[in-house]
């Protein structure tokens, strides 16, 4: 059976959150010393590596409860990013956020794949 990730059409892009690449991620992080980084995959992709500084919050595990334990306040910048265009789980997790009332959200659409791609350093679990 299918995940919800696997089932949903990754868009182009998400109204209300700004798209960015991997070169985009790096120099919001260096404009915003705040930028939370939010990885939406699961554990398991996550011990292959995954963008330093990020939080692992699966998009399964997202509620806004949850979200708050990671994005304190509602108007903090945020960055989401799961495995890239093939992967729907950062969009599921955006949309929660939204949802939660979130306003500052920011979507690295490439995710890891193109982060790994672009030879970026990651570490690993």
Excluded: H
């Excluded at 990013?81 to 500052?104: D, M, P, T």
């Amino acid at each position: 059976m299918l995940s919800e990730a696997a089932k949903i059409a990754v868009p182009e892009a998400i109204k209300g959150v700004t798209r960015v690449d991997a070169e985009g991620l790096i120099e919001l992080a260096e404009q915003i010393p705040d930028l939370i980084i939010v990885d939406a995959r699961q554990r398991a992709d996550r011990r292959q590596g995954y963008i330093q500084d990020s939080v692992s919050l699966p998009d399964t595990d997202t509620t806004c409860d949850s979200l708050k334990g990671v994005i304190p306040a509602l108007g903090a910048p945020a960055l989401f990013y799961c495995n890239g265009v093939k992967c729907g789980r950062s969009v599921i997790a955006l949309q929660i956020a939204k949802s939660c009332g979130y306003a500052q959200l920011y979507w690295f659409r490439g995710g890891f794949e193109e982060w790994k791609q672009k030879g970026y350093p990651f570490p690993k679990l």
